[in-house]
């Protein structure tokens, strides 16, 4: 077989430099923090070159943003229970448990501590945009059982429900349990004041 077949085969040598590089990329973070985290250190462990780092991913943000957002979408795979409320619970409650593992609060540092240059802000962007693609299906999906109306915005629901989430991880260190992140639900769907 070419070097070029290889190059082609998908699952190929490419893919596995990439994932070797993302692996490397969130051993790194875990072992360094953010400030100290360098593509030089990635190389290394990788066993690439750095340019080849810069030419694919074009920043250490956009690097710890394809990282991040790959380890989120395995770690939080949206569920589809068929009923919202249980979806939301699943996931209010699958989301705290992996912000309270060491690559979650790797994730929580880069997303809020990163700075303003474009290079975070478009990662930070693109990072949420996909995040939100996948888990508005919840929403949309129970939009379309009818669960709940047209006008309501998926997108803002999930915000709501994955706030507080990450509020009380982030900021008040307070965890999140399966009664908590039920109450948070109910709240969601139906309000805080009594009918």
């Known amino acids: 077989m070419t070097e070029r077949e290889v190059r082609r085969r998908p699952g190929g040598r490419s893919a596995r430099v990439r994932q070797a590089v993302l692996d ?3 051993e790194v973070l875990l072992a360094r923090g953010l400030a100290d985290f ?12 750095e340019t080849s780092i810069y030419r694919r991913w074009g920043s250490r943000e956009g690097l710890l943003g394809d990282a991040l957002l790959r380890s989120a979408d395995h770690e939080l795979q949206v569920p589809d229970t068929g009923r919202l409320r249980d979806d939301l619970v699943t996931y209010a409650v699958r989301l705290a448990t992996y912000l309270a593992t ?6 929580d540092q880069v997303l809020v501590l990163g700075d303003d240059r474009p290079a975070m802000v478009e990662a930070r962007a693109r990072f949420w ?7 508005t299906a919840m ?15 998926p997108r803002l629901a999930v915000e709501m429900l994955v706030g507080p989430v990450h509020f009380r991880l982030l900021l008040t260190r307070d965890p999140v349990d399966a009664a908590l ?7 969601l769907l139906h309000g805080i004041v009594p009918p």
Do not use: F, M, Q
Not at 139 to 153: I, K, S
């Open 24 to 26: 490397a990329t969130v």
């Open 38 to 49: 360098r593509i030089a250190a990635v190389a290394a462990l990788a066993g690439v070159h």
């Open 102 to 107: 060491p690559v979650g609060r790797a994730l």
């Open 129 to 135: 945009a996909e995040r939100a693609a996948g888990s």
């Open 139 to 153: 929403v949309t999906r129970a939009v379309a059982r009818g669960e709940l109306p047209d006008t309501v915005d």
């Open 181 to 187: 992140a039920t109450r948070l639900v109910d709240a």
